[in-house]
């Protein structure tokens, strides 16, 4: 069984619009990630979290807010969408110092 | 610049045959990750070094800190080893934040 899951796994929404993108985890990992993938710049880091509660600033965090309810479930919000933010959404899990782990990822569209 | 710059950012082998993928880094580095990501998108975890040299099947890796390099190895290439190859490297001090290369798009034909 899958242990990193996302939901939606797509998502199309209008400029301006609210979307959450939620993950969940199983592995009793205290480290959870959110990234973008798009073209031309491989995965970059927007937030992370090192326990519930918790945040972190990753490396392009501008347009997103995240929360940490749970050691298992961490949200990605946008709350006022742009078409720049249209692109492949991956969370991950890891125990410090270890490999991460990846969900299946989310393709947002905004139109 | 780039702290982790990988190449190159194609290849293309026939099956049977082999390559060595590279990702340089411009800091020093405490350790490196190698992902592949497959025609549907998933991530799959390849390597996790800190240190050293791992092999898995016809893939090795090595990771080398002090010179500030990763390699990673495929031997006996197979139609289903095509795919976008990453590397990610955790910095010192970086709190458990990986950066990634910009991939190897690798194409193995038959």
């Known amino acids: 069984e899958a242990a990193v899951t996302q939901s939606p796994r797509n998502k199309v929404t209008v400029t301006g619009g609210n979307v959450t993108l939620s993950c969940r985890q199983t592995n009793s990992h205290n480290y959870m990630y959110w990234y973008r993938q798009d073209t031309g710049h491989g995965l970059r880091l927007i937030h992370y979290?090192?326990?519930?509660?918790?945040?972190q600033i990753g490396d392009v965090p501008d347009g997103y807010k995240a929360t940490r309810t749970t050691q298992e479930d961490f949200f990605l919000l946008l709350e006022l969408a742009s078409p720049s933010q249209t692109s492949l959404y991956f969370c991950a899990s890891s125990a410090q110092g270890d490999t991460q782990y990846f969900g299946p990822g989310t393709r947002l569209l905004v139109l | 610049g780039d702290q982790v710059e990988q190449s190159p950012s194609a290849l293309s082998l026939h099956e049977g045959t082999g390559s060595a993928l590279r990702c340089n880094f411009t800091t020093t580095m405490r350790a490196v990750q190698w992902f592949q990501q497959n025609s549907r998108g998933s991530l799959i975890n390849l390597f996790y070094?800190?240190?050293g040299t791992k092999e898995n099947g016809r893939l090795k890796s090595t990771f080398n800190s002090k010179e500030s390099y990763s390699t990673l190895h495929i031997r006996d290439a197979q139609l289903e080893d095509s795919g976008t190859y990453f590397c990610a490297a955790e910095g010192w001090g970086s709190n458990a934040k990986l950066t990634f290369g910009k991939g190897t798009k690798l194409s193995v034909k038959s």
């Open positions: 979290s090192y326990g519930a509660g918790n945040l």
């Open positions: 070094l800190a240190s």
